[in-house]
């Protein structure tokens, strides 16, 4: 199917941060099991070296410490790895349709011309992604890799607002249109809605 964009929320209603934060200690003895388990029988590291120093060095209580390219380092490990093929992965469910990334491409162009600089910066988050650290662009460890962003509630109810005048009379913004349709199955839940966006 190629490259997709998929939305998540979390069963639990807490947001990404604080799973990551509640799943630390568990997740941190997996990763580092899994990683010497690899490197014994195949001589392949799982983590890269600078996550693996972290997470030996560091506890939960320290994150907030991490600089942002190491904590999405572990934001993305965690949610990628551990929540979908590790202990825990009934933690998020999918929202919505996946569909592949290219299909976004005319609204982001669209919604990128418009002088309407509010939604520019939260539709932005679906592009470039966005770190749990400081809002700013997510930053992959696999360099043109998957990105992870989210969106809070009031930012959910600020797009659907906001696109609906973009989307009104228009057939040709199917981006728009996926994002209206994961908007409202939400409906009022105002759990976190988490992007995974492959590049």
């Known amino acids: 199917?190629?490259?997709?964009t998929v939305y998540y929320k979390s069963i639990n209603g807490k947001t990404l941060r604080e799973n990551l934060k509640s799943?630390?200690?568990q997740f941190r003895d997996c990763a580092l099991t899994s990683n010497n388990q690899s490197l014994t029988e195949y001589n392949e590291s799982l983590i890269?070296?600078?996550?693996?120093?972290l997470l030996k060095d560091n506890a939960t209580d320290r994150l907030e410490e991490?600089?942002?390219?190491?904590?999405?380092?572990?934001?993305?490990?965690?949610?990628?790895?551990?929540?979908?093929?590790g202990p825990v992965q009934e933690k998020f469910e999918i929202v919505g349709p996946m569909m592949s990334t290219?299909?976004?491409?005319?609204s982001h162009k669209l919604i990128?011309?418009?002088?309407?600089?509010?939604?520019?910066?939260?539709?932005?988050?679906?592009?470039k992604g966005r770190s749990i650290k400081n809002s700013n662009p997510f930053?992959?460890?696999?360099?043109?890799g998957p990105v992870i962003g989210f969106w809070d509630w009031s930012e959910r109810d600020l797009l659907k607002q906001r696109l609906l005048k973009f989307y009104k009379g228009r057939n040709d913004h199917e981006g728009i249109e996926y994002v209206l349709t994961v908007i409202d199955e939400l409906k009022n839940d105002k759990s976190e809605l988490i992007i995974n966006v492959e590049k």
């Not at 199917?1 to 997709?4: E, I, P, V």
Request: proline share 2%; net charge negative; with cysteine.
């Open 48 to 53: 890269n070296i600078d996550l693996e120093t």
């Open 139 to 144: 930053i992959s460890p696999d360099n043109d």
């Open 1 to 4: 199917m190629g490259q997709r």
């Open 102 to 106: 290219w299909r976004y491409e005319k």
């Open 23 to 25: 799943d630390y200690t």
């Open 66 to 85: 991490w600089n942002q390219e190491s904590i999405d380092n572990l934001v993305f490990e965690y949610f990628l790895t551990y929540c979908d093929y």
């Open 112 to 127: 990128n011309s418009s002088s309407d600089k509010e939604l520019m910066i939260i539709w932005n988050y679906l592009i």
